[in-house]
């Protein structure tokens, strides 16, 4: 696909773009973070883009083998080209990997994403000379091998020993059951010759539970395993083609005893272990990784709307009005309701992204300057946040899939493999439910905390003033107003939260063991959770509109949207806000007014909203989306290239049809 | 994969089976009509589980290609049975095809689904005498090109042109444009020698809308395309990989005029125009599809609740008790919640699919009897059900596959393949939202009816009795008393109509064009059509138990899924019940309350409720959900086959890896 912008824009597309009330741009600029930001994405991505050694066949036209061929072969020229090219930083990096994958995934990106930040976070200076320049310079390559067969996000609950045997000063890794065998590690199955393996550490007889060894796994010779190594592919999955996710067994695998990374615990020579300092310093990394699924979350819906939007103003279908040409399916109020609230959501996710990296990298410094304070409070709202963004990204990529109707389900709408990679975001670093409740886990307490008094602070300030009575009658208010939809979700979250810890007490009391207990209320405590990380949502929302510095025009559009994320919301869950009466009837009529005007409100500006966002055609990977709206011509190119059209007659007909037939015909 | 029945259960399982309550053999001769059909079903399934040319590799290791060969392939050995062992009626005929083809897309469907058929109803004597019996033995094979390009659910909208010549009495068959070609059918790409080809009828110079053709599209000598027919496949999708969905050009392609099916319509050889005598009777086709699409949607609801339910009890994950083993998921109530729900909602469309069925071929005895007047309604029905089925089992085969953490993302689990092409539903014949409106017309046209006194009947009875205002205060009642959970149904879309035709009638009042009203409440239309569509489930789900031929336990354990389904319901929907006051905030405690224990009391019977769906484990396709529950080792040796180990070193090692890592090896 060459660069779309240059081509004639559809008609339709092009009446949006002229109708818009605001200019893109600036947004485009809000949510990049100043202009320079947006001129240095775009070279960086025009650099990956019109590289020659970088485009190739649609993936949807490749195999799997040929797919993952494909990723080691880009992952080496971005690799390369980093160098070459002098591209440095997370932020230029990532922009950069962007747009040499285009929606590929990495087969290598654990060694860049985990294996180097734990040898970084986790390894003692002198390993730090000895591993880390090697894997910074990708003379190894190294996986992070944790998830067993048997075993997930209950880190407790893994199987493999590293024993440590003082004779030889080696440990001893061992897989001793199937269920075992590490399993889903990318890059494990065939790149990787070197693991992080996470193994229950036994010294002296006794268990010290998980600690990270570094195991050769492949000869750097000639790439075989090891002996006592058994490894290979885990087979194909929903997404991923282009990860050689892998399995590991080890047999009685031995390793030095320096290959423990040793920053926080350490086994001495002899065996004895010695304690680490602090053990929450390990969370830090998690929660960066939560934050970039958080933004992750956004990116894939961003897409998704991009797609959908676009399509939705090219595509006419039936007849509004007898006699007038078919409407546009933007122009239809069942799509707008199927859209915008997502595209407001997108928006939403966007800002908590910002929220969730400038907190991190706030928090780092202040753990590195010793103040763990924070750390418990934003650890639970990322657990959170990971959770419901990636929950509502999924199911929205494939309500936007649905939105474009027959050709939405082709892979030339580029959607059904969007939807196939970015869901794995709900189970993966953390099963969403499981996030939710180690979420809800944290609110609960905190609510018991300000029931003696003590003061909450930061996200989770307002369970210092619960109310779970009744407050109906509150007045003429208008439910457009931005702080009184924040008041409504503080509200709700609020009162979940105080139920779901009173059903706890209550069970409590009633003699249940706190295990039962927690058990019995988890749906309960899910959803208090849920409720908290909307009313993040909606607040964070509301705070980065205020805070935006845009010009008016720019500013009335996102107010629309929050609006429209806020009024969304309640709409879809109006049983909480009417239970306690917190909201009348009349006023859920009201609230459905509303939704009914912000959705025409939206809609001339619903193309520019996802212009905004500034994915180049390369990137969407989208027969449907693209910039130019010529949909048509493109699906009809698209298809000439798909692998069954290479022979005008089948070779199957040869083999299978033509005998059928010609018997057949025969007896007739 | 061989029958798992044989070998040994994993005790987990096993202590399942060994603790249910009642019996699930009785549960599917229910399901099946009786003891007879299961036997036959079963003898049916064998004689193609255990046909030897009939096996192959797992799905998911074959490229595009090869699925495609395979399906081809497949079909034959099929028919060829099919007339081998004398195998007939829709019944049999099915059972045995879902056997053969295993969770795969058969790529000759619409020949039998759809070209035969409409020969069959649309066709002269003449000309079933000419093409059925060709197209019966598969002398020939056709499909059923109607969609276009641009053009999809709105049939007055495709652009195909039949123009009659009456000079050599035949008709030119044009496609005007690149939107017009035709896009979709099934077997068209690469399969079909003929299609019946729907198109604008032009003669002496006016058009009389869309009308069928036969057109031969290939050389019944070579396969070859025959002149002015550009054909081809349409490219890779979402799922039916064995599917040749294709396009169509046609350049001013010449038939005789006795291709034009003239049952109904006929233009005489001068060029005048025949009119049909009942425009109604097209209806039929498509209410037996939908009931089918019902059908359908409960069977891939019945297999993705089969697998997470029977995978949650040989998984063991987490520590609920310090101490004790890992408990099965399925003890999580979170767990309970994702999935039970869901299983009663597979009991629930099962029973509505025999409902369907049922009413399909009494209908088709009235029909024939020249009584019509049963159809708007159970048309309307038809269209809703289709709908309300589809999304509650594509979103719920998501559900079941998350439920299974990373594994329901393997291929292994059958639960992506599933979810991939049973989501087509959502789609195909008649996309949802454009379904739901359907409904939605008819609901309000009766509530208009109501109103003037016209006695309703069937399904729609209850508007007479709409009731809109308040009912607060209602006294005591058991809200597990079936018949007042559908009564709390009955009221719901009661007053959601009532609610839909008020807001269409203001806004007429108000000044709007018909048109624009429509459009303008339709999001409110959608959900009164939903809102009837689960008032009709758990009507009928209740009368199924009530009606059920089962022994006391059976009945009881019905009896509880149904009370689930229906509380279940309430809770999603909280906030229609809470709105006019019809349900307290106090009495939806209840619900909540009554919900943990109905998820407390299925949870024995969980295992037997999905061995009566009756699944063998080579139609299931999920190593996940077998019988024998002997995953962990059946998983590892499914991953042994991926492709991606056919050689322990990669080719792409030797090509891009092993120079790139020795280049930076060197430079250390």
Known sequence: MSSAKRTKTNQDLQKERDGASFNPFSLTCLLHGGEDNVE?????????????????EHLSFLSREERYTLGIKKTIRFINNCWELDI?????????KTAVFR?????????????????????????????????????IIGTYAQTEMGHGTFLRGLETTATYDPKTEEFVLHSPTLSSAKWWPGGLGKSSNHALVLAQLYTQGQCYGMHPFIVQLRSTEDHTPLPGVTIGDIGPKFGFDEVDNGFLMMDHVRIPRENMLMKHSQVLPDGTYVKPANSKLAYGTMMLVRSYIVSDAAQSLCRACTIAVRYSCVRRQSEMKPGEPEPQVLDYQTQQYKLFPLLSAAYAFYFASHYMMDTYFQLSGNISQGDLSQLPEIHALS????????????????TCRMACGG??????????????????????EGENTVMFLQTARYLV????????????????????????????????RSLLDLEELVGAYQHRAARLVGMAANQLQAQAKAGKSPEDTWNSCSVQLVKCAQAHCHFFMVRNFVDAVRTADVDPATRAVLNTLCQLYAIHGIIENSGDFLEDSYLSGQELQQVNSHLVSLLAKVRPDAVALVDAFDFPDEILQSV????????????????????????QVHESYHKYLK??????????
């Open 88 to 96: 440095n930083g997370i932020k230029d990096v990532n922009i950069y």
């Open 624 to 647: 449907l989306g693209r910039y130019d709206g010529n949909v048509y011509e493109n699906l009809y190119d698209w298809a000439k290239k798909s692998p069954l059209n290479k022979s």
């Open 407 to 428: 050709h939405g389900y082709s892979h030339a709408s580029g959607l059904p493999l969007l939807f196939a990679n970015a869901t794995a975001g709900c189970t993966y």
């Open 40 to 56: 240095r994405k775009r070279e960086l991505e025009r650099l990956a883009l019109d590289d020659p050694e970088l485009q190739h």
């Open 383 to 398: 657990a959170g946040l990971k959770a419901f963004t990636t929950q509502v990204m999924s199911s929205g990529i494939d």
């Open 103 to 139: 929606g590929m995934l990495e087969p290598l990106s654990v060694h860049y994403g985990m294996f180097l930040p734990t040898l970084l976070s986790q390894g003692t200076e002198v390993q730090q000379d000895k591993w880390f320049s090697q894997a910074l310079n990708y003379a």
């Open 659 to 668: 005998p059928f037939l010609q018997q057949n015909k025969a007896k007739l």
């Open 445 to 476: 307490k905190c609510y018991g905390a300000s029931k003696t008094n003590e003061k909450l602070s930061g996200t989770v300030a307002y369970l210092s003033r619960v109310q779970t009575a009744a407050v109906a009658g509150k007045g003429a």
